[in-house]
């Protein structure tokens, strides 16, 4: 009996999240947002948005306060010498906020980004606004796997913040039960 009881609610949170992920792409109110950084819970080095029609809002190199990990090298790819000519952290900060404002926020791991962005904000000295809300946000990390009834899945995109940006919206559509 246990047993049909959990099954039932899975069913049922997983129902939820189909229907909603099916009203957020009928809406298109929100944007999908990934950053890499240079370290686990380090500085931001790059940022991308997309809408939900994968168009990309931004996509942009950030220049940080310290260096890369060789660590996180062997992750995104990105070294000291991709970010050296880049802009800092306050001077992409701006656009950021734009095309974010009025949109909610879904990313693959969201409190992580959420997280790293908020941190990125307060060193530059600026108010991250929406940003830094977590009701503005969904994890679609979190959102597969109610659906799927299972542990956390890596994402598999090519770890770099637009790539990954594109592949959460498949993950999206996958939520949604839409053919990508």
Partial sequence: MRSLIRRLRHRVRAHRVRRWARTRLRRGDAVILDTETTDLYGHVIQVSVIDLHGRTLMSDLVRPPTGITPASTVVHGLTDGDVAAAPPFAQIAPALLSVTAGRHLLAYNAPYDRDVLTAGFAAAGLDPAHLVDPRNWTCLMRARATVEGGPWVKLGGPHHALGDCLATL??????????T
Avoid: F, I, K, N
Avoid at 170 to 179: F, K, N, S, T, Y
């Fill in 170 to 179: 498949e993950v999206l559509h996958q939520l949604a039960g839409d053919p």
